[in-house]
């Protein structure tokens, strides 16, 4: 399994309408979405537009060839273009997995045992 954060620019002047957008995604790409293997997936706003996003799946280069594939999240990401002014292509293949530098059951788990 595979834990991948990214993050992305929304729009500042446009936060309402990205987050009343994702408040009822549309029901066929919540099942691409799923479809794709992603799962635990969640996004982060911040005021300033700062987009943080997390997932986990089994095979990234998979998940993205499925949903570049996709015609609902084809349209999804039509539909979502113009809120992320400094992307040229579609967001969701845009994405750049940040690098994990830390997992805190990892390190536990390589911990020696202790009482």
Known sequence: ????????????????EYTAKHAAVWPDMLDAIAASGRRNYSLFLRPDGL???YFEVDDLEASQRFLAESPAAARWETEMAELFPSVDGRADQEMVPLREIFQLEQQLDALPPHG
């Open 51 to 53: 987009l943080v996003g």
């Open 1 to 16: 399994m595979r834990r991948v954060c990214f993050q992305l620019q929304v729009d500042p002047s446009r936060l309402e």
